[in-house]
């Protein structure tokens, strides 16, 4: 039986860029779990990290992107780069089932287990079960005169109102682009 189940959205707008997640695990038709934490902050705090798959997966793909975080300090984008190629061709780490947002003050990334860093044009991420849902609702919200925090809390909302893999249990994390660390 496959775990199903996660919302990520990320979001940057103004000073703010924020990584939300949903707190359900399930185990084909049965929640197993309902506040999981699928956002964590690595490397100091400067980079927020949220992932859409196994958790024992994720929990690996947060140790190597550490890794790699700790190997280029303050090149996020090259560090995503390295742990894809590595992701991609390592035989243990292809077997992965997992994607991740990844967020600092200046780049949104999205990595993906066939090699895949993308950078969104417009500073918002969805991925899991309910990603499309809160990718949408963003999109939508955007232009409003909202901040990205309350922007995420609204998607989050509509995909869990709509996606079944996803619940109403969100941790939000944000980091304020004006701050230094």
Request: overall charge neutral.
């Amino acid at each position: 039986m496959t775990w199903t189940g996660t919302t990520i959205l990320s979001v940057r707008k103004g000073n703010q860029v924020v990584v939300a997640g949903d707190g359900q695990v399930t185990m084909g038709n049965t929640v197993m779990k309902s506040n999981a934490r699928k956002v964590r902050f690595l490397s100091s705090n400067n980079v927020l990290v949220g992932f859409a798959g196994a958790t024992a997966d994720a929990f690996t793909l947060f140790e190597r992107l550490e890794s790699k975080l700790d190997q280029y300090p303050g090149q996020l984008q090259r560090a995503c780069v390295e742990l894809a190629k590595d992701w991609r061709t390592d035989k243990y780490l292809r077997k992965l089932e997992a994607m991740m947002a990844v967020v600092d003050k200046n780049i949104s990334l999205i990595l993906t287990g066939i090699g895949d860093v993308l950078e969104p044009q417009d500073g918002i991420i969805g991925i899991g079960s309910g990603g499309n849902f809160a990718l949408a609702a963003a999109r939508a919200l955007i232009d409003q005169n909202l901040l990205a925090e309350e922007i995420a809390k609204k998607s989050m909302k509509i995909a869990a109102d709509l996606c079944i893999y996803t619940n109403h249990s969100i941790i939000l994390e944000t980091i304020n682009i004006g701050e230094q660390s």
